[in-house]
């Protein structure tokens, strides 16, 4: 799991290099109480969805001493609005954030991905906007 983990991690480590706002604070749902983070910058949470091993392989297109896993996962990156901002700069950010993303996938492992219109969470108190993509990508090493 850490190898799945390290494939997103590395992924939102080249969005943040590609947007370059130091008025964002990425931080980990499964780390965080969000309510309690949630400042006047903006906050992106990334979540990781259903997870699915899709097929073990040996060869084939690679070669045949490499021997992987293929996984498909949904990403959900949540960017909320900062508490003094009243949403103006939530849009912008988004769209910083879903084209980073995209630029950022350089071994092509989005297959899709969508940005949702601006909703309210209750629990932070707080609008926000959700990038979702579905990852697919190979685990690989030498047999």
């Not at 943040?16 to 903006?42: C, E, G, H, P």
């Not at 899709?54 to 084939?60: E, H, K, P, R, T």
């Not at 209750?122 to 979702?132: K, L, P, Q, T």
């Amino acid at each position: 799991m850490s190898e799945i983990y390290r494939v997103i991690e590395t992924l939102i480590k080249d969005v943040k290099r590609n947007i370059n706002q130091d008025n964002i604070t990425f931080v980990k749902a499964y780390n965080n109480n969000i309510a309690n983070a949630y400042s006047d910058k903006l906050i992106a949470v990334v979540n990781v969805g259903e997870l699915n091993k899709s097929q073990d392989f040996i060869g084939g297109y690679f070669d045949e001493t490499i021997k992987g896993d293929m996984y498909s996962l949904n990403l959900y990156i949540r960017v909320y609005s900062g508490k003094s901002n009243n949403g103006e700069d939530l849009g912008k950010a988004t769209i910083n954030i879903y084209e980073a993303l995209k630029d950022a996938d350089e071994s092509h492992i989005i297959e899709k991905s969508s940005v949702g219109p601006i909703n309210y969470d209750e629990n932070v108190g707080a609008i926000y906007r959700e990038i979702s993509c579905r990852l697919d990508f190979c685990l690989c090493w030498e047999k």
